[in-house]
C-alpha cells in the first residue's frame, strides 16, 4: 500500500500521485456502496498491481476542507483573480468569492491580473483591499509583473484559482511552471468576455507539498448557508465598524445607532464593499425564504 493524492478523475478513473509518478486506479467498490466519491484532492491509500502498474483506492483519508463547486477536498487557500480589464473588473463577484472563501474557511488572497492593460486603475483596487486589511497581488502574464511573489504565496498550500472567465487564470499557471501548458482562450471581441476554456477540475503538482488547480468558471458559488446576522463578519471593514452598532443584531440596513451607516457616510468604509454587503445579504435572505 502507497499514500498518494488524486490530481484528477475521468470517467472511473482516478490519477493518483505518489511522489515519484502518478497511477491510474479505480475506486473499490466498496466505496459505491458507502456512497462516498473519490475527490480530487483527496489524500488515499492505494495498492498497485504489480502486472499492469495500475491500482486500486482501498483509503480516503479523513478530508480536512471539501468544495463543493469545484468539488476539490484538502484545499487551504483561495486565490481570486480578477482582471482590471478585459473582462472588466467586477467588484460585486470579488466581493462575492472573499464571503464564499471565508464561509469555506480558506486562506483568501486576491490578485489582479492584466495589470500591463491599467496599472493606475489596478493600483487603487490593489490599494483599497490592502487597506481593508486582505492579502493582495498585481500580476502581469505580460510584463511579468507579480509572478514571483505569486509563486511564494502558493508554497505549501493547496491553492485554487477562482474568477471569471478570460482573466487569465490558466496563463497564470502556465507562467508558474510552463511544462504545465494549459489550454488557455482568446477574448471574445464583442462581448470581451472569456469563453469557459477551462472545462475539468485537475490539481497540477508544483512540489510536494504545493499544489494548484484552475477550476472552471466557478460562477456558482456556494454561500446561502451563511446566517443573514454574520454575514457581517465576513467583510473585515463592517465587521471592525459593526462592533459599535446600537444593536448587537444589526444588519447595517437601516437601524438607528448603526455605526456601519455612520462609516460609510464619513468614507471609512467604501461604499462598493457596503452595497455589496447589501446585496449579497439580500441574496441569502431570498434563499431562505424559500
Ligand atoms: N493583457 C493581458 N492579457 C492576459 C494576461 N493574462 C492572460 N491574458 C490573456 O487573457 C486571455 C484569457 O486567458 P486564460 O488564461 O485562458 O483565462 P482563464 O481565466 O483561464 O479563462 P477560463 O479558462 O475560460 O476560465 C488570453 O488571451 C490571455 O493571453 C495579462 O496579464 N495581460
Ligand atoms: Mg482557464
Ligand atoms: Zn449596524
Not at 459505491?32 to 483506492?57: A, F, M, T
Not at 482501498?58 to 482582471?83: C, D, F, G, H, W
Not at 471565508?102 to 492593460?117: G, P, R, Y
Not at 466557478?218 to 462592533?243: A, G, H, M, V
Amino acid at each position: 500500500m502507497v499514500d498518494g493524492i488524486i490530481l484528477k478523475g475521468i470517467g472511473g478513473f482516478y490519477y493518483v500521485d505518489i511522489g515519484n509518478s502518478v497511477i491510474e486506479c479505480r475506486a473499490r467498490g466498496l466505496f459505491r456502496e458507502k456512497e462516498i466519491e473519490p475527490l480530487v484532492g483527496d489524500k488515499v491509500s492505494i495498492r498497485i498491481n504489480k502486472e499492469d502498474n495500475r491500482g486500486y483506492i482501498e483509503e480516503i483519508y479523513p478530508r480536512k476542507t471539501m468544495l463543493n463547486r469545484p468539488p476539490i477536498a484538502n484545499v487551504t487557500q483561495l486565490i481570486i483573480v480578477m482582471s482590471i480589464d478585459n473582462p472588466k473588473i467586477n467588484l460585486w463577484f470579488l466581493d462575492k468569492l472573499i464571503v464564499a472563501g471565508h464561509n469555506s474557511d480558506l486562506n483568501i488572497i486576491i490578485c489582479i491580473n492584466k495589470s500591463d492593460i491599467d496599472p493606475i486603475k489596478s493600483n487603487e483596487i490593489v490599494s483599497m483591499y490592502k487597506e481593508i486589511g486582505y492579502t493582495t497581488i498585481r500580476t502581469s502574464t505580460k510584463n511579468h509583473e507579480g509572478i514571483d511573489d505569486l509563486r511564494d504565496i502558493l508554497r505549501n498550500h493547496v491553492s485554487v484559482l477562482a474568477g471569471p472567465s478570460g482573466v487569465g487564470k490558466s496563463s497564470l499557471i502556465n507562467l508558474i511552471n510552463p511544462s504545465f501548458k494549459l489550454k488557455t482562450g482568446e477574448i471574445s471581441k464583442k462581448l470581451l468576455r472569456g469563453k469557459h476554456t477551462t472545462r475539468h477540475v485537475e490539481l497540477f503538482k508544483l512540489d510536494d507539498q504545493t499544489y494548484i488547480s484552475d477550476t472552471p468558471g466557478f460562477s456558482s458559488l456556494y454561500i446561502n448557508d451563511i446566517n443573514p446576522y454574520e454575514l457581517d463578519t465576513y467583510f473585515i471593514d463592517i465587521n471592525n465598524s459593526s462592533k459599535k452598532c446600537k444593536f448587537s443584531n444589526c444588519l447595517h440596513i437601516n437601524e438607528p445607532g448603526c455605526n456601519v451607516l455612520i462609516d460609510v457616510k464619513n468614507g471609512k468604509i467604501n461604499k462598493s464593499r457596503y452595497d455589496n454587503y447589501i446585496l449579497i445579504l439580500n441574496e441569502i435572505k431570498n434563499y431562505r425564504r424559500f
